[in-house]
């Protein structure tokens, strides 16, 4: 299974292409004026340290110097790990010049729908 999804806000709008592979996910994201690799996430799931019953997950990221996706990136793929319970690896790299806080809160709020997008696509099939 592979698909592209996107947001569709009018302002810092995101996208991700994933792909299944075996039972593993793997999502790159982009968007801006200038798209680029800045940060890559892995998560595993596993049972939450606060109840066993339930799933959370273990993330590591690893950021190129100057790149700040790694909280995109790192709860992306921390979602998709305790939701789907499978291995995830999220690629993300996005840049607008100038940006400012306001836009900072939008990329954020674009990036938590993408993520949505994501759990519905591969949720329905």
Known sequence: MEFIVQTETGTYDLRAAVRRIGDDILVAIWGGEKPHIGAVAMAQPRPSLKDPSATSATTSVYSFLGHKEDALANATATTL????????????GMHWDNLDQEGIRVVQANSALLTDLILQRLSSG
């Open 81 to 92: 790990a305790s939701r789907l319970k499978t291995r995830t690896v999220v690629t993300a």
